[in-house]
C-alpha cells in the first residue's frame, strides 16, 4: 500500500473490493485507449503535455509505461522517468513520484540540464506534500542553482548576445532563489509552521536589499513575528519596509519589461496599504515592550499615517524641500520614538537631494529615542560624509552601522566602508572589507561587487599616487539637486552634452574650450553615442538648448555585450586650461533602461599615470554632477569603472572657472549696510579662495555655506525689505560658489522680488538696473549664454521683470515724463545684449506710438536681433518680417540690407520653407552685390537645403557660394559632410 494513501474508509461496493474495481477501471481504460497504446511509439512528449494541460494523468500514465517497451524516438529513460514523475504528482501518488524521479536523478547525477532542473522542483514538490520539507527545500535550492547555468547553456547554443547572458547573471540567480524560498514558505505555512515561515522568509529577505515584492512579504513576516511575542526582530523588519532607498526617478514607463520591474520601485512609493500595515506594526512593537508610553491611540495613528503617505509621496517627486513634510514631523508633539522615525526618512530625503550638512544637522539635534535607530542614522551619516567627500569621517560611521542587527543593512554599511577606505587609498583596509564581504554577505549581488573590487584593487595599487595630487585636483560635494538643468549653475565656460547631437556630442561654452577625447580599456571599442529620447519631459535627462528640450543621450562603454566584470569601462582624456575650475560629470541612471545595480568608480590620473583621485558613484537616478576642483594647465584621464553594471553611462562634462563674486561696486553703499561681521566674513572667503589651491576648495566650500547659513538668519533680523534682498542676494553667491545652485537660485529670485518690491520705486529701478551688470553679467564673452536656458529662464529676466515693475505711468492720462520715454527707447534700440528680448519688449509699452511710427524700423530690428540672439529664432523671424513691411512704406536701403542679411543667417533654424529662405537671397542679392560677404549667403541657403537632406540642389547653391568667393576647399568639405550625414535618430535606441 502507498504510503500517502489514507487506509481508512475503504469498504467493498455491490460484493466487490475496492482493489478489483480499480483493477476493472484500470482494464476498461486500456481496452478503451488500445489503439493508442498501440500507437504509442508515435506519440510525442508535446502530446504527453497536451494530456497533462487536460488532466488526463491516468491516459498519460498508460502511454509512459508503455514507452519504458518501446521508447519513441528521441526519448531517453530520463526524459521518461521526468514525464512520468510529472504525471504521478498530477494523480496524487506522490511516494511514487518520488520514486521516479529520484530513479531519474540517479542516472546521471552529475547532469545539468532542463530535465535535472525540472526533476528537482517536482522532486521537492512532492516531498513538501508528504511533509519532508528539508529535503523538499534541499530540491528546490538545487533546482534555483542550477537554473542559471542551463539557460547560459541555452542562450549558448542559440549564440545568444552577451547582454542577454549578462542578464541572466543579473536577475536570474536571484529570482530563482527567492522563488525557491517562497516556495519553502509556503509548505511551511500548509505545515502551520510559524518558525519554519519566518525562517523561509528572512532568507529571500536576505537575498537582496530591494526585489519586487520585497514588502509584501516582509510585512507577513514581521507580522508573524509580533504574534510569536518578537517585537525587537519585527521593529527591524518594519523598518526595513518603511525604507524607500536612497534612489529616485520621477518617470514611471521604462522601454524593457526587466528594467520596468527595477524601476518600479525607486519611481513608485509603497502602497498606502504596506504602509499603513507597517506603521500599525511599529505602534504594536512600541506598546509590547519597546517603548509602551509611546504608543499611539488608534485615531492619532490613523492621522499619523494619512500625513505619512503624503509625505512619502511627495519624495518621488523632483522637486528640492521634499524633506520638509518629514522634518515637521519630526519636530511635532509625536512622542520622540515617532520624532524619531520622522527623522529617519526627512535625513533619507535630504540625502537624495545633496543636502548632507542638512542631514548632520538634524540627525544630531534629535536623539534615536531609545530605539533600535543609531545604525540607520550611522549610515544616513556616513553617506552625508561620502557625498561631501569626507570619506576618513565616512568610515567611523559605518562602523557604527555595520553592527546592525539587520544583516541587509549591515552588508550595505560594509560595503560603503569599503569603497571609503579605498577612495583614501588604503588598500589594506579596502582589500579586508571587501575580501569579508565576497565571503560572507548575504547580499548576493554585494558578493560580486565585492569579488570584482578586489580585482579593481589589484590593478589600482599598481599605480604610484602623487604626493602633490592635493595641487591638481580635489573631490568637492556631489550635487544631487540640479539634475538635467546644468546651465543653471555649469557649463558657461564649457559644456559637453553626450550625443545631443545624434552623431556627436553638442559642445559649447563662453571660454577656453576643453579637449576632451573619449576611449575604452579595449582598443578595438571607441565608445558609443546612444539617444533613447530625442525630446523629454524627464527633469533628469539634460537640457538640450538646440531642441529646446530635455533630451536623453549619453556616452557609454558598450559594456552590455561584453561579460560582466570585464569592463571595457569609459575613458576620458582632458586637457584643462590654466586656472582654477570646477570639473563636473553628470550621471544619469536613465529611466527607460533603469538598472538598480549600476554602481561604477571614477579614477582620475596624470599624464604620468600617477593615481589623483577616487570616487564611487551610486544611486544617480536622480541625477548626479561628480565635481572635482581642478588645476590647469593639466592633462588628466578620468576612467569610469563599470565594475558589475550592464555598462557604463555617462551624460555630460562642464567645467567652469570657480568664481564667487564680490559686492558689485555700484552697490557698495548698500551692501554697506549689511553687519560687518557678514561683510568681513565674505571678505575673507574671497581673499582665500584667490590663493587656494584644489585641495582647499571641499573647506571652502563647507564655509561658503555655513555663511550662507548665517548671512539667512542674520536677513531673518533684518528690518527693512532693501536689507533682507540684498542679504538673499549675498546667500545666493555663497550657494553657487558651493555648487548650491537650486538653493541659489531661489535666493536671487527672493532678492530681485524683495528689491521691487521697494516703496521707494526710483532707488529700485536704480538698484535693479546696475545689477545687470553684476557678477558673470559683467563679462561680454558670457552673452550667448541665453543660448543655452530655456525661454525666459534666464536671471536677467527676473531682474528685467521686477525692474518694470517700477515704472509708472503718471497724470491723468497716464503720460510718461520724457525721461522716461528717452530711457525705454535707449533700451530698445542698444545693441547691449544684457537688455533681453522680453526687457525690450516691455520697453516698448513705454514707447507713444508716434514716437514708434517714426523710428518703428529700428525699434523692430533691434528686437528681431536681440531675439535671435537669444535662439527665439521663430519669434525673431516674425520681427525681422514685421521689419521689412515697414521699411517697404519707408525705405531706407541700408537698412534693409541689414535686416535681409541678419534674417537670412537665422531663417532656417526658425522652420522656414526652403524656397522662403531662397527668396531672402535673391532679395538681398542686388543690394550688396560689390560688398563682400555674398559666397557666405548662398553658402547658408546651401546649408539649409542640406539639413532637409535635399543635398543636390545643396550643392548648387555650394557651387554658386564659390563662384562668388568661397575657397573650394571648404566647398569640398561641406559637401562630404552633407553626403555622408547620418540622418537624425528620432525615435532613439540608436548606436
Same mark, same amino acid.
Given at each position: 500500500?502507498?504510503?500517502?494513501?489514507?487506509?481508512?474508509?475503504?469498504?467493498?461496493?455491490?460484493?466487490?473490493?475496492?482493489?478489483?474495481?480499480?483493477?476493472?477501471?484500470?482494464?476498461?481504460?486500456?481496452?478503451?485507449?488500445?489503439?493508442?497504446?498501440?500507437?504509442?511509439?508515435?506519440?510525442?512528449?508535446?502530446?504527453?503535455?497536451?494530456? %497533462?494541460?487536460?488532466?488526463?494523468?491516468?491516459?498519460?500514465?498508460?502511454?509512459?509505461?508503455?514507452?519504458?517497451?518501446a521508447p519513441p524516438d528521441g526519448i531517453d529513460e530520463r526524459q521518461r522517468l521526468l514525464l512520468e514523475g510529472r504525471c504521478l504528482l498530477g494523480l496524487g501518488r506522490h511516494s511514487e513520484a518520488i520514486e521516479a524521479l529520484g530513479t531519474m536523478l540517479a542516472i546521471n547525477p552529475e547532469a545539468k540540464d532542463n530535465a535535472t532542473m525540472d526533476a528537482a522542483n517536482c522532486l521537492g514538490d512532492a516531498l513538501a506534500v508528504l511533509?519532508?520539507?528539508?529535503?523538499?527545500?534541499?530540491?528546490?535550492?538545487?533546482?534555483?542553482?542550477?537554473?542559471?547555468?542551463?539557460?547560459?547553456?541555452?542562450?549558448?547554443?542559440?549564440?545568444?548576445?552577451?547582454?542577454?547572458?549578462?542578464?541572466?547573471?543579473?536577475?536570474?540567480?536571484?529570482?530563482?532563489?527567492?522563488?525557491?524560498?517562497?516556495?519553502?514558505?509556503?509548505?511551511?505555512?500548509?505545515?502551520?509552521?510559524?518558525?519554519?515561515?519566518?525562517?523561509?522568509?528572512?532568507?529571500?529577505?536576505?537575498?537582496?536589499?530591494?526585489?519586487?515584492?520585497?514588502? #509584501?512579504? +516582509?510585512?507577513?513576516?514581521?507580522?508573524?513575528?509580533?504574534?510569536?511575542?518578537?517585537?525587537?526582530?519585527?521593529?527591524?523588519?518594519?523598518?526595513?519596509?518603511? &525604507?524607500?532607498?536612497?534612489?529616485?526617478?520621477?518617470?514611471?514607463?521604462?522601454?524593457?519589461? @526587466?528594467?520596468?520591474?527595477?524601476?518600479?520601485?525607486?519611481?513608485?512609493?509603497?502602497?498606502?496599504?504596506?504602509?499603513?500595515?507597517?506603521?500599525?506594526?511599529?505602534?504594536?512593537?512600541?506598546?509590547?515592550?519597546?517603548?509602551?508610553?509611546?504608543?499611539?491611540?488608534?485615531?492619532?495613528?490613523?492621522?499619523?499615517?494619512?500625513?505619512?503617505?503624503?509625505?512619502?509621496?511627495?519624495?518621488?517627486?523632483?522637486?528640492?524641500?521634499?524633506?520638509?513634510?518629514?522634518?515637521?514631523?519630526?519636530?511635532?508633539?509625536?512622542?520622540?520614538?515617532?520624532?524619531?522615525?520622522?527623522?529617519?526618512?526627512?535625513?533619507?530625503?535630504?540625502?537624495?537631494?545633496?543636502? %548632507?550638512?542638512?542631514?548632520?544637522?538634524?540627525?544630531?539635534?534629535?536623539?534615536?529615542?531609545? *530605539?533600535?535607530?543609531?545604525?540607520?542614522?550611522?549610515?544616513?551619516?556616513?553617506?552625508?560624509?561620502?557625498?561631501?567627500?569626507?570619506?576618513?569621517?565616512?568610515?567611523?560611521? %559605518?562602523?557604527?552601522?555595520?553592527?546592525?542587527?539587520?544583516?541587509?543593512?549591515?552588508?550595505?554599511?560594509?560595503?560603503?566602508?569599503?569603497?571609503?577606505? #579605498?577612495?583614501?587609498?588604503?588598500?589594506?583596509?579596502?582589500?579586508?572589507?571587501?575580501?569579508?564581504?565576497?565571503?560572507?554577505?548575504?547580499?548576493?549581488?554585494?558578493?560580486? @561587487?565585492? +569579488?570584482?573590487?578586489?580585482?579593481?584593487?589589484? #590593478?589600482?595599487?599598481?599605480?604610484?599616487?602623487?604626493?602633490?595630487?592635493?595641487?591638481?585636483?580635489?573631490?568637492?560635494?556631489?550635487?544631487?539637486?540640479?539634475?538635467?538643468?546644468?546651465?543653471?549653475?555649469?557649463?558657461? &565656460?564649457?559644456?559637453?552634452?553626450?550625443?545631443?547631437?545624434?552623431?556627436?556630442?553638442?559642445?559649447?561654452?563662453?571660454?577656453?574650450?576643453?579637449?576632451?577625447?573619449?576611449?575604452?580599456?579595449?582598443?578595438?571599442?571607441?565608445?558609443?553615442?546612444?539617444?533613447?529620447?530625442?525630446?523629454?519631459?524627464?527633469?533628469?535627462?539634460?537640457?538640450?538648448?538646440?531642441?529646446?528640450?530635455?533630451?536623453?543621450?549619453?556616452?557609454?562603454?558598450?559594456?552590455?555585450?561584453?561579460?560582466?566584470?570585464?569592463?571595457?569601462?569609459?575613458?576620458?582624456?582632458?586637457?584643462?586650461?590654466?586656472?582654477?575650475?570646477?570639473?563636473?560629470?553628470?550621471?544619469?541612471?536613465?529611466?527607460?533602461?533603469?538598472?538598480?545595480?549600476?554602481?561604477?568608480?571614477?579614477?582620475?590620473?596624470?599624464? &604620468?599615470?600617477?593615481?589623483?583621485?577616487?570616487?564611487?558613484?551610486?544611486?544617480?537616478?536622480?541625477?548626479?554632477?561628480?565635481?572635482?576642483? $581642478?588645476?590647469?594647465?593639466?592633462?588628466?584621464?578620468?576612467?569610469?569603472?563599470?565594475?558589475?553594471?550592464?555598462?557604463?553611462?555617462?551624460? !555630460?562634462?562642464?567645467?567652469?572657472?570657480?568664481?564667487?563674486?564680490?559686492?558689485?561696486?555700484?552697490?557698495?553703499?548698500?551692501?554697506?549696510?549689511?553687519?560687518?561681521?557678514?561683510?568681513? +566674513?565674505?571678505?575673507? *572667503? *574671497?581673499?582665500?579662495?584667490?590663493?587656494?589651491?584644489?585641495?582647499?576648495?571641499?573647506?571652502?566650500?563647507?564655509?561658503?555655506?555655513?555663511?550662507?547659513?548665517?548671512?539667512?538668519?542674520?536677513?531673518?533680523?533684518?528690518?527693512?525689505?532693501?536689507?533682507?534682498?540684498?542679504?538673499?542676494?549675498?546667500?545666493? !553667491?555663497?550657494?553657487?560658489?558651493?555648487?548650491?545652485?537650486?538653493?541659489?537660485?531661489?535666493?536671487?529670485?527672493?532678492?530681485?522680488?524683495?528689491?521691487?518690491?521697494?516703496?521707494?520705486?526710483?532707488?529700485?529701478?536704480?538698484?535693479?538696473?546696475?545689477?545687470?551688470?553684476?557678477?558673470?553679467?559683467?563679462?561680454?564673452?558670457?552673452?550667448?549664454?541665453?543660448?543655452?536656458?530655456?525661454?525666459?529662464?534666464?536671471?536677467?529676466?527676473?531682474?528685467?521683470?521686477?525692474?518694470?515693475?517700477?515704472?509708472?505711468?503718471?497724470?491723468?492720462? @497716464?503720460?510718461?515724463?520724457?525721461?522716461?520715454?528717452?530711457?525705454?527707447?535707449?533700451?530698445?534700440?542698444?545693441?547691449?545684449?544684457?537688455?533681453?528680448?522680453?526687457?525690450?519688449?516691455?520697453?516698448?509699452?513705454?514707447?507713444?506710438?508716434?514716437?514708434?511710427?517714426?523710428?518703428?524700423?529700428?525699434?523692430?530690428?533691434?528686437?528681431?536681433?536681440?531675439?535671435?540672439?537669444?535662439?527665439?529664432?521663430?519669434?525673431?523671424?516674425?520681427?525681422?518680417?514685421?521689419?521689412?513691411?515697414?521699411?517697404?512704406?519707408?525705405?531706407?536701403?541700408?537698412?534693409?540690407?541689414?535686416?535681409?542679411?541678419?534674417?537670412?543667417?537665422?531663417?532656417?533654424?526658425?522652420?522656414?520653407?526652403?524656397?522662403?529662405?531662397?527668396?531672402?537671397?535673391?532679395?538681398?542679392?542686388?543690394?550688396?552685390?560689390?560688398?563682400?560677404?555674398?559666397?557666405?549667403?548662398?553658402?547658408?541657403?546651401?546649408?539649409?537645403?542640406?539639413?532637409?537632406?535635399? $543635398?543636390?540642389?545643396?550643392?548648387?547653391?555650394?557651387?554658386?557660394?564659390?563662384?562668388?568667393?568661397?575657397?573650394?576647399?571648404?566647398?569640398?568639405?561641406?559637401?562630404?559632410?552633407?553626403?555622408?550625414?547620418?540622418?537624425?535618430?528620432?525615435?532613439?535606441?540608436?548606436?
Open positions: 500500500m502507498r504510503q500517502d494513501q489514507p487506509t481508512s474508509g475503504l469498504r467493498p461496493t455491490f460484493g466487490f473490493p475496492i482493489s478489483a474495481w480499480m483493477f476493472l477501471t484500470a482494464l476498461l481504460f486500456s481496452i478503451m485507449l488500445s489503439p493508442a497504446i498501440a500507437e504509442s511509439s508515435s506519440t510525442t512528449p508535446a502530446d504527453i503535455e497536451q494530456l %497533462f494541460k487536460a488532466e488526463q494523468f491516468m491516459q498519460a500514465l498508460l502511454v509512459l509505461k508503455a514507452w519504458k517497451q511533509g519532508r520539507l528539508d529535503e523538499a527545500a534541499e530540491q528546490w535550492l538545487k533546482a534555483a542553482e542550477m537554473k542559471p547555468a542551463v539557460v547560459m547553456e541555452e542562450l549558448a547554443r542559440k549564440k545568444a548576445s552577451t547582454y542577454s547572458r549578462n542578464r541572466v547573471e543579473m536577475d536570474v540567480v536571484v529570482s530563482e532563489q527567492l522563488v525557491a524560498h517562497a516556495k519553502m514558505a509556503l509548505a511551511q505555512s500548509k505545515a502551520k509552521n510559524p518558525d519554519g515561515i519566518i525562517a523561509a522568509n528572512m532568507r529571500q529577505l536576505n537575498l537582496a536589499v530591494d526585489f519586487p515584492g520585497m514588502r #509584501e512579504t +516582509a510585512v507577513q513576516t514581521a507580522e508573524l513575528m509580533l504574534a510569536e511575542k518578537l517585537p525587537n526582530k519585527a521593529f527591524t523588519l518594519f523598518l526595513r519596509i518603511l &525604507d524607500s532607498g536612497l534612489d529616485r526617478c520621477f518617470s514611471g514607463i521604462a522601454r524593457l519589461p @526587466e528594467n520596468q520591474r527595477q524601476l518600479n520601485l525607486v519611481a513608485k512609493p509603497p502602497s498606502a496599504d504596506i504602509t499603513r500595515r507597517a506603521l500599525a506594526g511599529v505602534n504594536q512593537c512600541l506598546a509590547s515592550s519597546l517603548a509602551p508610553d509611546e504608543a499611539l491611540p488608534p485615531e492619532k495613528l490613523e492621522a499619523l499615517t494619512a500625513v505619512w503617505i503624503q509625505a512619502m509621496a511627495a519624495t518621488f517627486r523632483p522637486d528640492i524641500g521634499t524633506a520638509t513634510p518629514f522634518i515637521a514631523l519630526s519636530k511635532s508633539e509625536l512622542p520622540a520614538s515617532w520624532r524619531s522615525l520622522c527623522c529617519w526618512k526627512a535625513a533619507n530625503a535630504l540625502l537624495r537631494e545633496g543636502a %548632507f550638512h542638512e542631514v548632520h544637522k538634524l540627525l544630531n539635534e534629535l536623539p534615536d529615542g531609545g *530605539l533600535s535607530m543609531a545604525s540607520r542614522f550611522a549610515l544616513c551619516k556616513g553617506m552625508a560624509c561620502i557625498g561631501e567627500g569626507d570619506f576618513s569621517e565616512a568610515t567611523i560611521f %559605518f562602523r557604527i552601522a555595520a553592527e546592525s542587527e539587520d544583516p541587509v543593512l549591515s552588508s550595505q554599511a560594509r560595503l560603503a566602508m569599503a569603497e571609503a577606505h #579605498e577612495a583614501l587609498f588604503e588598500w589594506d583596509s579596502a582589500d579586508g572589507e571587501y575580501r569579508a564581504l565576497a565571503s560572507s554577505s548575504p547580499i548576493h549581488w554585494h558578493r560580486r @561587487e565585492a +569579488a570584482y573590487a578586489l580585482r579593481r584593487i589589484a #590593478e589600482l595599487r599598481q599605480r604610484p599616487p602623487a604626493a602633490d595630487r592635493g595641487k591638481v585636483i580635489a573631490l568637492l560635494r556631489d550635487d544631487r539637486s540640479t539634475r538635467g538643468r546644468w546651465f543653471l549653475g555649469y557649463g558657461m &565656460d564649457f559644456h559637453l552634452l553626450a550625443a545631443q547631437n545624434f552623431i556627436t556630442d553638442e559642445k559649447g561654452g563662453a571660454g577656453t574650450a576643453m579637449a576632451c577625447r573619449f576611449s575604452t580599456a579595449d582598443p578595438k571599442e571607441k565608445s558609443r553615442l546612444w539617444v533613447t529620447r530625442r525630446r523629454e519631459t524627464d527633469l533628469v535627462a539634460l537640457w538640450n538648448p538646440h531642441e529646446k528640450s530635455h533630451t536623453s543621450a549619453n556616452r557609454d562603454d558598450y559594456g552590455e555585450q561584453y561579460p560582466l566584470g570585464t569592463g571595457p569601462d569609459l575613458l576620458m582624456s582632458c586637457e584643462i586650461p590654466a586656472g582654477k575650475h570646477v570639473l563636473a560629470l553628470y550621471f544619469a541612471n536613465d529611466y527607460n533602461y533603469y538598472e538598480s545595480q549600476r554602481a561604477y568608480t571614477v579614477s582620475v590620473t596624470d599624464e &604620468d599615470g600617477r593615481l589623483l583621485c577616487l570616487a564611487p558613484i551610486r544611486n544617480f537616478g536622480g541625477g548626479l554632477y561628480k565635481r572635482f576642483a $581642478v588645476q590647469g594647465p593639466a592633462q588628466l584621464e578620468f576612467r569610469i569603472w563599470r565594475n558589475m553594471s550592464i555598462n557604463v553611462l555617462l551624460s !555630460g562634462v562642464f567645467l567652469d572657472e570657480w568664481r564667487m563674486s564680490p559686492p558689485p561696486t555700484s552697490l557698495a553703499s548698500a551692501f554697506a549696510m549689511l553687519p560687518v561681521r557678514l561683510q568681513e +566674513a565674505h571678505a575673507t *572667503l *574671497l581673499v582665500d579662495a584667490g590663493k587656494a589651491s584644489p585641495e582647499a576648495f571641499p573647506c571652502l566650500e563647507a564655509k561658503a555655506l555655513l555663511l550662507a547659513e548665517k548671512v539667512r538668519s542674520e536677513a531673518q533680523k533684518a528690518n527693512g525689505r532693501e536689507l533682507r534682498a540684498l542679504s538673499a542676494l549675498l546667500e545666493a !553667491g555663497c550657494r553657487h560658489a558651493a555648487g548650491n545652485h537650486i538653493p541659489a537660485r531661489e535666493c536671487f529670485n527672493l532678492a530681485m522680488k524683495q528689491l521691487g518690491g521697494l516703496d521707494d520705486k526710483r532707488r529700485a529701478a536704480l538698484l535693479l538696473r546696475k545689477l545687470t551688470r553684476h557678477g558673470m553679467f559683467a563679462l561680454d564673452k558670457y552673452q550667448l549664454t541665453y543660448r543655452w536656458v530655456p525661454p525666459g529662464d534666464h536671471p536677467l529676466e527676473m531682474i528685467w521683470q521686477e525692474y518694470f515693475k517700477c515704472w509708472e505711468k503718471t497724470g491723468a492720462n @497716464e503720460n510718461l515724463p520724457k525721461a522716461m520715454v528717452r530711457t525705454a527707447v535707449a533700451l530698445v534700440q542698444t545693441a547691449d545684449w544684457r537688455v533681453t528680448a522680453r526687457a525690450r519688449n516691455a520697453a516698448m509699452a513705454f514707447i507713444p506710438e508716434a514716437i514708434q511710427t517714426r523710428i518703428g524700423e529700428t525699434l523692430l530690428y533691434a528686437r528681431a536681433k536681440q531675439t535671435g540672439r537669444e535662439g527665439d529664432y521663430k519669434t525673431a523671424d516674425a520681427l525681422f518680417a514685421e521689419t521689412l513691411d515697414f521699411l517697404a512704406r519707408k525705405p531706407n536701403e541700408s537698412m534693409r540690407t541689414r535686416v535681409l542679411a541678419d534674417r537670412l543667417e537665422w531663417q532656417a533654424y526658425a522652420g522656414a520653407k526652403l524656397e522662403e529662405i531662397a527668396a531672402t537671397y535673391r532679395a538681398l542679392e542686388p543690394l550688396r552685390p560689390k560688398q563682400p560677404g555674398l559666397d557666405y549667403w548662398s553658402l547658408k541657403v546651401a546649408e539649409a537645403y542640406a539639413r532637409e537632406n535635399h $543635398v543636390e540642389e545643396a550643392k548648387k547653391w555650394l557651387e554658386k557660394a564659390v563662384m562668388l568667393g568661397l575657397p573650394e576647399a571648404a566647398a569640398k568639405t561641406y559637401h562630404q559632410a552633407w553626403q555622408t550625414n547620418i540622418q537624425d535618430n528620432a525615435t532613439g535606441g540608436k548606436k
